[in-house]
């Protein structure tokens, strides 16, 4: 509720507004950053100033760089399956990464795949087509390489390794003609979900790539907007506040 004071000007009165209103007529306004818009407050009249890359009239309609929102789920998979990430250790030599993508359609037993190695100073990438054996008793592997690309640092004889219990986790040995046994440790990468359901919005707030929130579609709420709820339509009030004068 304002308190408006009289005074000798053209006005007559001056306004203290209430917490979160603003100006001559104490317009309200609450700073906003979620799903219902994105904005500060103008202090000189109450009018909703839009963060940066939002417009609209509630400042909720994104205008930035268009993106995604997604999310790493675990898979399905408890073979040899899949996309792995990991690493190599050569002799005390700096880890080498190592990308591991065995093909869904192969037979299990018979996998074949791509081997993509990139050299400790992160920008030589090499590729290597491999093929094999699984074991699904010992979920133990072999995988040969049937191709690559020359280069300085190793020339590539195969992947000898045990995926472990848990089905998330791989070690072994990445042997070479050039440096001998490496060993291999290595872990299974999650597939990336759009995470938002039934037509969501998805807000990022962070520089993160899982960093983000979900605004839900009338009809639907819960953390990813998965829940779906009856729709209650209410006619638009708005609330002037009470503005009393002190003598």
């Given at each position: 509720?304002?308190?408006?004071?009289?005074?000798?000007?053209?006005?007559?009165?001056?306004?203290?507004?209430?917490?979160?209103?603003?100006?001559?007529?104490?317009?309200?306004?609450?700073?906003?950053?979620?799903?219902?818009?994105?904005?500060?407050?103008?202090?000189?009249?109450?009018?909703?100033?839009?963060?940066?890359?939002?417009?609209?009239?509630?400042?909720?309609?994104?205008?930035?760089?268009?993106?995604?929102?997604?999310?790493?789920?675990?898979?399905?998979?408890?073979?040899?399956?899949?996309?792995?990430?990991?690493?190599?250790?050569?002799?005390?030599?700096?880890?080498?990464?190592?990308?591991?993508?065995?093909?869904?359609?192969?037979?299990?037993?018979?996998?074949?795949?791509?081997?993509?190695?990139?050299?400790?100073?992160?920008?030589?990438?090499?590729?290597?087509?491999?093929?094999?054996?699984?074991?699904?008793?010992?979920?133990?592997?072999?995988?040969?390489?049937?191709?690559?690309?020359?280069?300085?640092?190793?020339?590539?004889?195969?992947?000898?390794?045990?995926?472990?219990?848990?089905?998330?986790?791989?070690?072994?040995?990445?042997?070479?003609?050039?440096?001998?046994t490496c060993s291999l440790n290595?872990?299974?990468?999650?597939e990336s979900v759009n995470v938002?359901?039934?037509?969501?919005?998805?807000?990022?707030?962070?520089?993160?790539?899982?960093?983000?929130?979900?605004?839900?579609?009338?009809?639907?709420?819960?953390?990813?907007?998965?829940?779906?709820?009856?729709?209650?339509?209410?006619?638009?009030?708005?609330?002037?506040?009470?503005?009393?004068?002190?003598?």
């Amino acid at each position: 509720m304002a308190t408006c004071f009289e005074r000798n000007s053209s006005k007559g009165y001056e306004c203290i507004c209430p917490e979160n209103h603003f100006g001559e007529l104490c317009t309200f306004c609450l700073p906003t950053d979620d799903c219902t818009g994105h904005y500060t407050c103008d202090v000189r009249n109450g009018l909703k100033l839009c963060l940066e890359n939002w417009n609209g009239t509630e400042c909720n309609q994104w205008t930035g760089e268009q993106y995604e929102c997604y999310e790493n789920t675990p898979t399905n998979y408890t073979d040899l399956k899949g996309l792995w990430d990991g690493t190599i250790e050569c002799n005390g030599e700096p880890d080498l990464k190592f990308t591991l993508i065995v093909n869904v359609t192969s037979k299990a037993s018979n996998p074949t795949g791509t081997f993509e190695l990139n050299y400790h100073n992160g920008t030589d990438l090499k590729d290597y087509t491999v093929s094999g054996t699984y074991s699904q008793t010992a979920k133990e592997f072999t995988l040969i390489t049937t191709s690559n690309t020359p280069d300085n640092l190793v020339a590539a004889m195969g992947i000898f390794g045990k995926v472990l219990n848990s089905g998330n986790n791989m070690t072994g040995n990445f042997v070479t003609f050039a440096v001998g046994t490496c060993s291999l440790n290595g872990h299974r990468r999650r597939e990336s979900v759009n995470v938002c359901k039934n037509n969501a919005t998805c807000v990022k707030n962070g520089t993160e790539d899982e960093v983000f929130y979900c605004c839900c579609s009338p009809g639907f709420e819960g953390l990813r907007c998965e829940k779906e709820v009856a729709v209650t339509t209410t006619a638009d009030v708005t609330t002037v506040p009470d503005i009393t004068t002190a003598d």
